[in-house]
């Protein structure tokens, strides 16, 4: 199961779709908290970067300390070297621009996956 984190419902919805309709079996979740306090047990995660409360970096920061080995996908719409430096010292699979996740998420997935 690819659990997609994001708080905009609509881009939640649409990446989700999208995930599924490359046969996958999807899980979403409007927050990074709410994430965290289900274990969904989530293969991948896909997460939008810019979330309130917690963001997707916080998240991955998270997941790291309690020693998670979950592959973790970050999409951005403020896509910045700062931003990718970070995602990249975390561990992050790959960190897409929301405006091109359609054409690059099937193989982000692909390689989160292998």
Request: charge should be neutral; glycine fraction near 6%; aromatic fraction near 4%.
């Amino acid at each position: 199961m690819i659990a997609i984190i994001d708080d905009d419902t609509l881009a939640r919805a649409a990446t989700e779709m999208l995930v599924r309709s490359l046969g996958y079996v999807t899980r979403s979740f409007a927050s990074a908290e709410a994430f965290l306090i289900e274990d969904c047990g989530a293969v991948c995660i896909i997460s939008d970067v810019q979330m309130p409360r917690m963001s997707g970096i916080d998240l991955q920061r998270a997941l790291k300390t309690r020693g998670s080995k979950v592959p973790v996908i970050l999409v951005t719409g403020f896509l910045d070297d700062a931003v990718r430096a970070v995602a990249m010292q975390l561990g992050s699979t790959a960190l897409l621009p929301k405006s091109d996740t359609a054409n690059h998420l099937a193989s982000a997935i692909r390689a989160a996956l292998a």
